[in-house]
């Protein structure tokens, strides 16, 4: 009997592992006896760089190859990579024509390739071993979705200049027409497809959203400190009730800590003090604004951690702080000295008209209104932001976002301060200003993706090739310009490959002067609109919540005039002292 239970208790075991593991799973089937070929390979653009998601297809003699596994079409990855193994009769590959074709939507179609296998030896199975590999170039194909996708970038900024609807709207409109179309026309047709729900998310830049939350919230908490009425007491004091000299100072405070911080923080540590400073002389803060804003751009420039650009710039060509310092400080200084003087010039009537009758009076007044109200809670704020200024100085050491350094000092400093986040997510995170942001990544991107961008930065290279000057040039004046209409973070991202490519094929561009042309052409380019910078959407954002709105058209009027002087200038520097 206790034999008959041990049979039944195997039985069932053996059921029951049957049940959760299939057979297959079991006893796996060894591979058919013949040769077994491996290819591997790469599907890279003009430029070098590997292009994902490319169907690619093996054909012996004419007809499909069907790899090992389930798919019946071998994609590369993120990188342009692809591998596949085939298994195939004894014998089969001796005398047979092999190929390799591609195809990808918004790219022209690889006809079929030949390529050869190599036998490598016999595995414990008795199959012959081959490998063969494949080295192939895609270039981009002009398709309805590149159209579609550069119409839809152009009327976003359109609706955004014509102050047709508000700004977030204009882009959020117009990444969904996008989805939409991919998602109707594009399923049907693929020349109609521009961008993957998946790409959209992937091309959100959370690092600058959370960077810009975190930040947004440490200001929030600052803000019930008083600190900002205080320095905005101690501004006034030193200028002495003399505007023009109040104005310079907040520019040169803004530019000097915009290098060692990003410029974004900058402005959102700035924004409340000019506008406190603005009520008290009863002039426009606009005034004071664009001034500091430009200022934030233009001394961002001049080191590695202080605009998004550089940070893109110095981590693909292995440039240290040092480096940035060393190569832009000087033209930064100059350009700093023309910013000062233009827009003392630019808002002298608006200067003219502050209300500065009683001086010492005022001063008097100013420090008795505005005090520390909480010191405890300052001390602790400013250890905290200390904490996180260190860490984004940092933060390339520790292989770190800054947007993690943003996101730590803030929740620490909500935790130890005791305070509301449901109260600091409501009121003190601009969220119009962070879904413009996540929007506009997503139009970019559609027309990243299609090729627009790709196609402005290969008539770069086809243009400048042989001469280094025409390359230092149009590198600068290029950049300068698509920063100004585009975002400067993915035009920069996309011109990487471009500049290394110039790097190795113009004599005397292996110093590294490209490196510099983008990094002046993206950073000053960017004050030329609203819309060039991160700095000067959450300007435009916090003024407009204070009830100060800075129109396109007016953007444009006060900053692309000296946007264009800073970069003659940097044409200047660039040509006759770095080259």
């Known amino acids: 009997m206790a034999r008959i239970d041990l049979k039944i208790s195997v039985f069932l075991f053996l059921a029951l592992l049957t049940l959760c593991l299939p057979i297959p799973e079991l006893f796996a089937a060894a591979p058919p006896q013949g040769d077994r070929l491996t290819l591997s390979g790469s599907i890279k653009n003009l430029q070098g760089k590997g292009v994902k998601e490319v169907d690619v297809e093996v054909l012996l003699d004419g007809q499909h190859l069907k790899p090992a596994g389930k798919e019946e079409v071998i994609t590369t990855g993120s990188q342009g990579y692809f591998l596949a193994v085939f298994y195939l009769p004894q014998g089969a590959l001796t005398g047979a024509r092999m190929e390799i074709k591609a195809a990808k939507p918004s790219w022209e179609e690889i006809a079929p390739t030949a ?23 895609m270039k981009r194909r002009i398709t309805p979705a590149f159209w579609l996708a550069a119409a839809v970038l152009l009327l976003v900024y359109i609706i ?119 009520v008290t002389l009863k002039i426009n803060p606009i005034a004071l604004l664009i001034p500091e804003v430009f200022a934030s751009n233009v001394g961002g420039t001049a080191t ?102 943003a996101l730590m000092g803030a929740m620490l400093l909500l935790t130890l301060a005791r305070g509301d986040i449901v109260e600091m997510l409501e009121h003190e995170v601009e969220w119009p200003t962070l879904i413009f942001f996540m929007a506009l990544f997503i139009v970019v991107a559609g027309a990243e993706e299609t090729g627009l961008i790709q196609v402005i930065a290969e008539w770069v290279a086809q243009m400048s090739r042989g001469s280094l000057v025409v390359a230092v040039l149009m590198v600068l004046w290029v950049s300068a310009l698509a920063s100004a209409a585009i975002d400067n973070i993915p035009f920069t991202a996309t011109m990487l490959p471009i500049i290394a490519f110039l790097n190795e094929t113009i004599p005397g561009a292996e110093s590294g002067i490209l490196w510099w042309s ?21 300007t435009v954002g916090l003024a407009e919540k204070a009830g100060y709105h800075i129109s396109f058209l007016y953007y444009m009027r006060a900053c692309f005039v000296p946007m264009l002087i800073t970069v003659i200038l940097a044409s200047v520097y660039l040509v006759f002292f770095k080259m």
């Not at 030896?121 to 170039?137: I, K, Y």
């Open 115 to 137: 390529i050869t296998p190599v036998r490598v030896g016999v595995d414990q199975q008795g199959n012959r071993l081959f490998q063969a590999q494949a080295e192939l170039t």
């Open 304 to 405: 590695l951690i202080g605009d998004p650009p550089n940070i893109i710039i110095g981590s693909y060509a292995k440039l240290s702080f040092a480096d940035f310092v060393v190569n832009l400080t000087a033209i930064v200084a100059i350009c700093m000295v023309v910013t000062l003087i233009y827009y003392v010039y630019w808002y002298k009537k608006a200067y003219l008209q502050a209300e500065v009758k009683d001086v010492n009076r005022t001063i008097a007044y100013m420090k008795q209104e505005y005090r520390i109200t909480d010191k405890k809670l300052l001390i602790l704020s400013l250890c905290l932001l200390s904490f996180t200024i260190f860490l984004f100085i940092i933060h390339g050491v520790l292989h770190m976002e800054p947007s993690i350094a």
């Open 160 to 278: 955004i200049a014509a102050e047709a609807m508000h700004r977030t709207l204009a882009a959020l409109l117009g990444a969904a027409f996008i989805l939409f179309i991919s998602y109707t026309l594009g399923t049907f047709n693929k020349n109609y497809f521009i961008l993957s729900f998946e790409d959209a998310m992937r091309a959100i830049d959370m690092n600058v959203i959370f960077l810009l939350m975190g930040m947004m919230i440490i200001v929030g908490v600052l803000k019930k400190t008083g600190l900002f009425q205080w320095l905005a007491y101690k501004s006034y004091a030193l200028a002495r009730g003399n505007v023009f000299i109040l104005s310079c100072i907040l520019m040169l405070v803004t530019a000097v800590a915009s290098a060692f911080l990003d410029n974004v923080t900058t402005m959102l540590l700035m924004i409340p003090v000019t506008i406190e400073i603005a």
């Open 518 to 538: 983008l990094a002046l052409g993206a950073c000053l380019g960017g004050n030329g609109t609203m819309i060039g910078a991160s700095a000067n959407v959450v």
